[in-house]
């Protein structure tokens, strides 16, 4: 009964699209395999016709032929029709899995957009313009502290008058501190422009002479 009408299907075990297209490739190569059988059949036949004389053998080796040769075209003609039927369930197949991938990729997208909703629920425009001019005004009040801690808080009034008077005073004390050294080192100390007694007269003329 089950090779008549085939085995009852039990519930959720349909077969899917690339169950059905492997049973279709099973059936076209099995297809494939008798068509090569008969090919290799009449090929021997024809072989025997151009051998044997015209006459009832000849008729009869050509009534055969003809049997194989319808035989091997209805082959041909389910196998053609299997091939198209697999080729319509593999373009079927590939829509149905680019469906699946755009379905997950907008899935994803209404799930990224719902997430974003989300998040700038808690986020405007403003609240981030105000965030910024605080934090801008909380560092011009820094640069404010700095600038005060920076002063200088030594505030002498100095008369420019005074400063050339002293620096004066400074120099006079500095020539009056030299000339008064001066007199105490002793003589042979103090710088002299005259030659010491050892120094030959002739001699420095000789030499400035030579010059």
């Given at each position: 009964m089950h090779r008549?009408?085939?085995k009852k299907q039990t519930a959720g075990t349909a077969p899917s699209l690339t169950d059905a297209i492997d049973s279709l490739d099973k059936r076209s190569d099995s297809l494939e395999v008798k068509?090569?059988?008969l090919d290799s059949?009449?090929?021997v036949f024809q072989q025997k016709i151009s051998n044997t004389r015209p006459?009832?053998?000849q008729t009869t080796l050509k009534q055969r032929a003809m049997n194989i040769l319808r035989q091997k075209k209805m082959y041909e003609a389910?196998?053609?029709q299997l091939q198209q039927q697999s080729f319509n369930m593999?373009?079927?197949?590939?829509t149905t899995e680019s469906m699946k991938n755009t379905m997950t990729t907008v899935q994803t997208m209404q799930d990224t957009a719902r997430q974003m909703k989300s998040q700038s629920k808690s986020l405007s425009i403003e609240k981030i313009e105000r965030l910024q001019d605080q934090i801008q005004d909380y560092m011009d009040t820094a640069g404010e502290f700095n600038d005060i801690l920076g002063q200088n808080?030594?505030?002498?009034?100095?008369?420019?008058e005074e400063l050339d008077a002293e620096l004066e005073a400074l120099q006079q004390e500095a020539s009056f501190g030299g000339d008064q050294l001066a007199q105490e080192q002793p003589s042979y100390l103090q710088p002299s422009n005259e030659l010491?007694?050892?120094?030959?007269e002739e001699q420095l003329e000789a030499a400035n002479t030579a010059q």
């Open positions: 008549l009408f085939g068509i090569s059988k059949q009449l090929s006459g009832p053998g389910q196998l053609q593999e373009q079927a197949a590939m808080t030594a505030n002498v009034d100095v008369n420019e010491p007694n050892f120094v030959d």
